[in-house]
């Protein structure tokens, strides 16, 4: 069965620091990978896809994203956080029935002033 | 996402009671889904609709129901057989079905039990 694990559940970095959120699925074939942000009492919103093709993937606030095909991983980074990249990050595979989206538990990310 | 409209923002609900969360797009999407969401738990999926009059059960299904009379709009029922209701509900769409298609996400409805 397809699933997504996000092994950090909550990760604290100063301002200014880099980031890396960690991801790993499990999925048969070639994977559609997203990372979506939730900021508290809030919608998700896209960070960046993958389908195919180059393996490192830029997205919005200066976001990228490298997949790894032999480690079955799609970790987020950034090489700057601002304080206002504090919420939480879900990873997700489009892997269930009709292509339906697989999340991660999600990490939460504090950042320290 | 200005798209979609959730509401109420905040519900409650009494024992024994059927409340139903609502969720409009003027996005013109094909596709619409609801999700549950429990701290530390992830999204999980409860039903989604891929057009106008069907619509199909996700892995939490039991104790809610969904209409898809019109492409606008999607409500979810939490009926009085799901003893455990409280949680955030988002609704999101997509423009189509597809896999490789980003989902757009509502602002989401918190449901709590009195």
């Known amino acids: 069965a397809q699933s997504v694990t996000q092994p950090d559940i909550h990760i604290t970095v100063s301002e200014g620091a880099s980031l890396e959120l960690r991801c790993n699925y499990s999925y048969g074939a070639t994977p559609y990978l997203f990372w979506y942000v939730q900021s508290p009492g809030q919608g998700l919103q896209l960070l960046l896809k993958y389908f195919s093709g180059d393996t490192l993937v830029q997205g919005i606030k200066g976001f990228e994203a490298e997949f790894k095909r032999s480690q079955s991983s799609f970790n987020l980074r950034k090489p700057s956080v601002h304080w206002s990249d504090a919420a939480e990050y879900f990873c997700?595979?489009?892997?269930?029935?009709?292509?339906?989206?697989?999340f991660g538990k999600g990490t939460k990310l504090s950042v320290k002033p | 996402d200005g798209g979609i409209t959730q509401s109420p923002k905040y519900l409650f609900r009494k024992e024994g009671q059927n409340v139903t969360l609502s969720c409009e797009q003027n996005l013109n999407h094909d596709a619409m889904y609801w999700y549950r969401q429990d701290p530390g738990q992830g999204l999980r999926l409860i039903y989604y609709?891929?057009?106008?009059?069907?619509?199909q059960k996700g892995d939490i299904a039991e104790g809610y129901s969904v209409s898809r009379e019109k492409k606008e709009s999607f409500p979810l029922t939490v009926t009085s057989a799901q003893k455990n209701p409280t949680a955030f509900y988002l609704c999101a769409t997509r423009d189509r079905p597809n896999p490789h298609e980003k989902l757009f996400f509502g602002s989401g409805t918190q449901l709590s039990v009195l």
């Open positions: 997700a595979v489009a892997g269930g029935s009709q292509g339906n989206l697989i």
């Open positions: 609709s891929q057009i106008v009059n069907d619509f």
